[in-house]
């Protein structure tokens, strides 16, 4: 059931994220270059310095693409059974081709997700 009073968001975390766009008014960018976070939002002065998404859009992309490579590779050599400059030829080009758009792609979903559930480093709570 949903709460009346809960504030609906106005943007799209994983829409957003996708555009490359800004967490919180979903109209500015989110990066300033290919992978690098931009300092604010041109729109509405959202501060990125929030945004972290550390080590987490690079896992995600070697174990989707990593498995999507693997087994396609798997696949060819048994199904056809190319020399091994075959696969070279074939498979590097390919992982990088879907790598690095798929770096940026998921990147930018993991930190407007941050944004939207107010992800922080976490804290020991202490007994006052």
């Known amino acids: 059931m ?7 968001p106005a943007v799209e975390p994983i829409v957003a994220g996708l555009k490359g766009r800004c967490p919180r008014c979903g109209q500015g960018k989110l990066f300033a270059g290919f992978l690098t976070v ?16 550390a080590d987490g859009p690079a896992i995600f992309v070697m174990l989707i693409i990593g498995f999507i490579v693997v087994g396609l590779a798997l696949w060819m050599e048994v199904s056809i ?15 990088l081709v879907l790598c690095l758009p798929a ?3 998921i990147k930018g979903v993991l930190i407007t997700l941050q944004y939207a559930n107010k992800a922080q480093e976490g804290r020991w709570d202490r007994p006052q």
């Open 103 to 105: 770096l940026r792609l």
């Open 81 to 95: 059974n190319p020399p091994l400059w075959v696969h070279f030829l074939l498979w590097i080009p390919l992982t």
């Open 38 to 53: 931009g300092e604010e939002c041109e729109v509405c002065g959202l501060d990125y310095s929030f945004a972290d998404a």
């Open 2 to 8: 949903s709460d009346d009073n809960t504030p609906v």
